[in-house]
C-alpha cells in the first residue's frame, strides 16, 4: 500500500490503525511513593515548558513562549456504573478513548484522546481531555488540556492518539503521539508540558522521538507508518539511589529509553554524545544504543503501561508489569521483566477478553487507596463503538503468586459501583439468559453493532449472562427501563420489527431505535407479583417467552408475557383453558401478499418470486385466533404477516411453525420462495456497450499490464492465458503476476457509466488488492473495488471516499457476477445480481469524483492498481457501459439473460 494513502488526513483512519492507545502511572520520583500537591485546581495555569532537541540529537534548550488559558470546561457529577464519564457540560455523552491515570496526592486525573468520528475505522480525535475524581463516584471534567491545533509539527489536527501524564518536578508532562509532517508522515512521538494536572499543556515545539529514527531495514514485515505510539513513563529511584525515568511506547514493536532530568530529550545512555538507536535481537543494549527495540513480545499489538508493586510504605518491589493490548481485535495481557531497558521479558498472560464494542482496548493501571486498577475503554454507550469510546473501571485481584486473575467488562465494574444486578424468570420458573458471544471481530462485520443476540430460556451459561441491570430507559421517560446485560455493556433487549426480541448494541442513536431498547414496567399480566414489560416502540406487545425464545407479542398471551424479578415463581403459570389444537387455514406470499401459493407434490409449499425483490411478505392465518406462528424465527400472530429477506441463491426456504394457544406446537411447513427471472423487465436500449471483452482465445483489446511506480502503471510483455469460461468457451486467466488495462480512453462515458463482470478468483488476498481500478493514479483520481470489506474506495485531490460492506462479499473458486455504476458521483456495486449494503461512510463529500472520466490518461483496469497486489484467477464477460444500469438489467445480466456476446 502507497504510504500516502494510508493516512486519510483527518478523515479517514484505517482498521488497521486501531486502538492507539496510551497510559500513565505517576509515583513520587525520590522515594516511590505517590506525589502530593495541590491537585485539583480548576483553572489552568500559565504554562511554560522547556524543550530539547528530540531523540535525533542531544539534549538542549529549547525557548518557550508564555500563552493565556484556555477557560477550562467545569462540570462535576456523579456516577453509579461503568462507565467513569458520562457527559459534558451540554449533556452530550464525551466520547473518549485511550485511557491514561495520574495519582497526584489524594486525587486520580483521568486523561484521554477525545473520539469524534462517525465511521468505523475513522479515528477523529482533536484535543485531550481531563477529569479528576477523589473517590471514583464524583467527577470533575475540565475540557480540553491540549489541542492538536496548537502543535505544530503533526500532519493534521485530529489525531490526538494514546497519552500519558507523568508529575517531575512540580511540572507535568503530557507524552503523545501524531502524525509527523517532519518524519516523512509517519507516527512519532510528543512531549508538552504544563505547571497544573488540568493544564494547558504546551507542546515543546518538536516530536521527542521522530518516526524516522525507530525505522530499521528495508523489508521490515513488522514496520509500518504508526509503530511509533502509544508513550507509557515510568519513574523511580532504584537501589543505589540513582534515579530512573523510563519512556516505552510502541505499535507492533515495542520501543524504550530513558529521558533526561529536563524530561523532554533522551538520555544519551552511553555517553558517546549522541542519541542512537538499536535493536536488541541485533545485539543493542543499553551499553550500546539509547532508544532499545525490544525483541516481539508474543501476539503484541500496542498500548503498553509499564506498572510495578508497592509495600505497605510506598517501596517499588518485584518485576515490572508490561500491560498492552494483544492480538487483533485486542485483547488485555501483561508481561513482566527485572529490567526494563535489558531485561527478558515474560511470555505474556491474559488479563481481558476483547470487549464486546471496541475492536481495540487501552488500559491505566495504578494504585489508589490500597488497592490496584484497571481503566480501559469500550464503545458501550449509545452512538459508540471502536472510534467512539468511553473509560471503564474494574479491580486487579491478585493472586499470591504476583499473577493476576481475569477480569471482565461489567456495568457494574465487578461491584466496584452500587449497581443492581437483577435476574429474571420466565412464568415456567427458567431463568433467562442471553447467548454467550465473544468481542467483536470487526466493525464492520454484520455481527456488529446489533449482533441480535439470542435471549431466552438457555442453559449451561456463565452466571454472568443471566444478570440484568435495569437502567433509566434510552428514551429518559418516567417509568421505563432499558435492561442491560451485566457482562455486556452497552447491550440491551431490544424488540425488533420481525417480532423477535434479542441483545443488541444501541450504535443508532435514533429515537426509534432508542424505543425499542425501551419497556414500561408493569404488575405481571398474568399475576401481579410478577413484572411484565411493555415496548415502547410497540404499544400493546409485550416481552414475552415461547419454547425458550424471546418475543414481543399482544397481550393475548398473558402467561408467557409474564416474569418474576429476583426468584423463580412459588408454582409455574399455565394457560388454563387454552386451546391445544391449531391449523393453517391460509397461507400468502408475495410482496403485496397477494401471490398464490402451491403446494407440491412432497407436501411442500411453494411460491414465485421477482429476483429484484429484497424480501417477500409470509402472511398465515389459522383456526385458533389465540395460538400463533414463527414464520423463520419471526413471531406471528393470526392473520400476521412476516417479511422474509431473500437469499443469494435461487431458493429461499421458509419454515412455518405453527401453535396453539396453550403454547403447544401443532404443525410445521416448509415453504419454498422461487426467484423467476421471467418477472424482470430489463431494457438495455438507453446504455451503449463501449466496450464488451469475450475473451475467446482472443484479448479483445485487453492490455497486459503491470504496477511501475506508484506514479503510473506501465504495459507488460506478457502473453494472455485463458481458461474455461463462465458460460462456456474462454475466459482470461490471471496468474498474479500482472493484469488487464481494459479500456484506456473514458472520455465518452462522462459521469455516468457502468462496469459489468464475472470473476473467479483463486483466492481472496489481504490489503486492498483491487479487482477493479478506474482513473488515474498521478494525478490521483481513482475508484478501487477491492475484495477486502473496504468494498469501494475513491481519492480525488483532497477528498476521500471510502464505503465498507459486511466483511468480504467474495468467494474464492467461485464464478461471481459484479457491476459497478457511477451516476454522478453516486455509486452502486452489485454481487450476484444484489446491491451490496455499504455499512459505513467514512468521506465528507459523499461521492467518487465525478471528474475521473475527464482526465488525461484516465483507464479502466482489472486486477492491478498502481500500488497494491494483483489479482488471480479468472475474468469473463467484460462490459462496460455509458450509463448507470438499473438493478432490473444487472439481473438481466446476472440470470445470463443477456450476455457479452449479444452486445
Excluded at 528495508?218 to 509503530?227: F, L, Y
Excluded at 486492498?768 to 490521483?780: N, Q, S, W
Aim: aromatic fraction near 10%; proline fraction near 3%.
Amino acid at each position: 500500500m502507497k504510504d500516502k494513502r494510508m493516512v486519510i488526513a483527518g478523515v479517514l483512519a484505517l482498521v488497521v490503525l486501531l486502538g492507539v492507545i496510551v497510559a500513565t502511572v505517576n509515583k513520587k520520583p525520590d522515594t516511590g511513593t505517590q506525589t502530593g500537591t495541590e491537585g485539583g485546581t480548576e483553572s489552568a495555569a500559565v504554562t511554560e515548558s522547556t524543550a530539547s532537541a528530540g531523540s535525533t540529537a542531544s539534549a538542549g534548550t529549547a525557548s518557550t513562549e508564555k500563552i493565556e488559558p484556555k477557560a477550562a470546561v467545569l462540570k462535576e457529577y456523579t456516577i453509579d456504573s461503568n462507565p467513569l464519564v458520562m457527559d459534558d457540560e451540554n449533556g452530550d455523552v464525551i466520547f473518549c478513548g485511550d485511557p491514561a491515570v495520574l495519582v497526584d496526592g489524594d486525587t486520580v486525573y483521568l486523561y484521554t484522546g477525545h473520539d469524534q468520528g462517525v465511521a468505523a475505522g475513522a479515528y477523529v480525535m482533536p484535543d485531550y481531555l481531563c477529569f479528576s475524581t477523589q473517590d471514583f463516584k464524583t467527577w470533575k471534567y475540565y475540557g480540553q488540556v491540549l489541542d492538536m491545533k496548537d502543535v505544530s509539527w503533526t500532519n493534521d489536527d485530529v489525531s490526538a492518539w494514546a497519552s500519558q501524564v507523568m508529575r517531575y518536578k512540580d511540572k507535568y508532562y503530557l507524552y503523545f503521539c501524531s502524525w509527523d509532517k517532519t518524519s516523512d508522515g509517519l507516527q512519532s512521538i510528543g512531549v508538552a508540558v504544563a505547571d497544573n494536572p488540568t493544564g494547558p499543556f504546551t507542546d515543546i515545539g518538536e516530536p521527542l522521538v521522530k518516526g524516522t529514527f525507530t525505522v530499521t531495514k528495508e523489508g521490515d514485515a513488522t514496520a509500518s507508518n504508526w509503530n511509533d505510539i502509544d508513550p507509557t513513563a515510568w519513574i523511580e529511584t532504584d537501589e543505589a539511589g540513582e534515579e530512573h525515568r523510563y519512556l516505552m511506547w510502541g505499535n507492533n514493536k515495542l520501543f524504550v529509553c530513558e529521558l533526561n532530568e529536563d524530561m523532554v530529550s533522551v538520555k544519551d545512555l552511553n555517553g558517546d554524545g549522541e542519541i542512537t538507536f538499536g535493536v536488541e535481537l541485533d545485539g543493542a543494549s543499553s551499553k550500546t544504543a539509547d532508544i532499545i527495540e525490544k525483541p516481539k513480545i508474543t501476539d503484541y499489538a500496542e498500548a503498553p503501561w509499564i506498572y510495578r508493586r508497592q509495600d505497605e510504605n510506598g517501596n517499588y518491589y518485584g518485576d515490572y508489569y508490561i500491560f498492552h493490548a494483544n492480538m487483533f481485535p485486542e485483547t488485555m495481557a501483561y508481561s513482566t521483566t527485572d529490567d526494563l531497558l535489558d531485561g527478558k521479558y515474560s511470555e505474556p498472560q491474559r488479563v481481558m477478553d476483547v470487549t464486546a464494542t471496541s475492536d481495540t482496548n487501552h488500559m491505566a493501571v495504578f494504585d489508589f487507596n490500597g488497592r490496584t486498577w484497571f481503566v480501559y475503554h469500550d464503545g458501550m454507550k449509545q452512538g459508540g463503538f471502536g472510534q467512539r469510546r468511553v473509560p471503564c473501571i474494574a479491580e486487579i485481584k491478585w493472586n499470591d503468586d504476583g499473577s493476576i486473575q481475569m477480569m471482565k467488562e461489567t456495568v457494574s465494574g465487578d461491584g466496584f459501583f452500587d449497581t443492581e444486578l437483577n435476574t429474571l424468570y420466565s412464568c415456567n420458573g427458567k431463568q433467562l439468559f442471553h447467548d454467550d458471544f465473544s468481542g467483536t471481530t470487526n466493525l464492520s462485520t454484520g455481527e456488529y453493532p446489533t449482533c441480535k443476540v439470542t435471549v431466552g430460556e438457555l442453559e449451561g451459561l456463565d452466571e454472568g449472562n443471566g444478570q440484568w441491570v435495569m437502567n433509566a430507559s434510552l428514551i429518559k421517560e418516567d417509568g421505563t427501563v432499558s435492561i442491560q446485560a451485566e457482562n455486556k455493556p452497552g447491550f440491551f433487549i431490544t424488540a425488533n420489527d420481525d417480532g423477535t426480541a434479542t441483545l443488541s448494541h444501541p450504535a443508532d442513536v435514533s429515537e426509534d431505535n432508542a424505543k425499542k431498547q425501551s419497556f414500561r414496567m408493569a404488575a405481571g399480566l398474568a399475576d401481579e407479583t410478577g413484572v411484565s414489560f411493555e415496548s415502547v416502540a410497540y404499544p400493546g406487545k409485550y416481552l414475552a417467552l415461547f419454547e425458550g425464545s424471546l418475543y414481543i407479542v399482544s397481550d393475548v398471551h398473558k402467561t408467557e408475557a409474564t416474569f418474576f424479578k429476583d426468584a423463580a415463581p412459588a408454582e409455574p403459570l399455565t394457560n388454563e383453558g387454552a386451546s391445544a389444537e391449531n391449523s393453517l387455514t391460509k397461507l400468502e406470499a408475495g410482496e403485496e401478499e397477494l401471490s398464490e401459493v402451491q403446494k407440491g407434490e412432497d407436501g411442500s409449499y411453494q411460491a414465485a418470486v421477482s429476483p429484484a425483490a429484497d424480501a417477500v411478505k409470509v402472511k398465515v392465518s389459522f383456526s385458533d385466533a389465540e395460538g400463533h406462528a414463527v414464520v423463520n424465527g419471526a413471531f406471528v400472530d393470526n392473520e400476521g404477516s412476516a417479511s422474509v429477506a431473500l437469499e443469494p441463491g435461487e431458493v429461499t426456504p421458509v419454515v412455518i411453525e405453527i401453535y396453539a394457544g396453550n403454547g403447544g406446537k401443532t404443525e410445521t411447513f416448509n415453504l419454498e420462495l422461487k426467484k423467476d427471472y421471467s418477472l424482470v423487465a430489463y431494457d438495455f436500449s438507453a446504455f451503449e456497450a463501449v466496450k464488451t471483452l469475450n475473451f475467446e482465445d482472443q484479448d479483445d483489446g485487453a492490455v497486459t499490464t503491470v504496477k511501475g511506480d506508484p506514479a503510473s502503471v506501465k504495459d507488460a510483455d506478457a502473453a494472455l492465458e485463458y481458461t474455461e469460461g463462465v458460460h462456456g468457451g474462454k475466459a482470461a486467466k490471471l496468474s498474479g503476476t500482472y493484469g488487464l488495462k481494459l479500456l484506456g480512453d473514458l472520455s465518452s462515458l462522462g459521469e455516468a457509466y457502468s462496469v459489468s463482470y464475472w470473476m473467479n478468483p483463486a483466492k481472496i488476498l489481504g490489503g486492498v488488492d483491487p479487482t477493479l481500478a478506474l482513473g488515474t493514479f498521478t494525478p490521483e483520481y481513482w475508484i478501487n473495488v477491492t475484495h477486502t470489506d473496504r468494498g469501494v474506495w475513491a481519492h480525488a485531490a483532497d477528498s476521500w471516499y471510502d464505503n465498507n460492506t459486511n466483511g468480504s462479499p467474495y468467494k474464492a473458486g467461485e464464478w461471481q457476477h459484479v457491476v459497478l455504476t457511477v451516476d454522478n458521483g453516486k455509486v452502486s456495486l452489485y454481487l450476484n445480481g444484489k446491491a451490496i449494503v455499504f455499512t459505513n461512510r467514512t468521506d465528507s463529500v459523499g461521492e467518487v469524483p465525478t471528474e475521473l472520466t475527464s482526465q488525461e490518461g484516465a483507464a479502466i483496469y482489472f486486477g492491478v492498481n498502481g500500488w497494491d497486489a494483483y489479482f488471480e484467477g479468472a475474468l469473463d464477460e467484460a462490459i462496460i457501459f455509458k450509463g448507470a444500469l438499473t438493478q432490473n438489467e444487472v439481473l438481466a445480466l446476472t440470470a445470463g439473460l443477456k450476455e457479452a456476446k449479444d452486445f
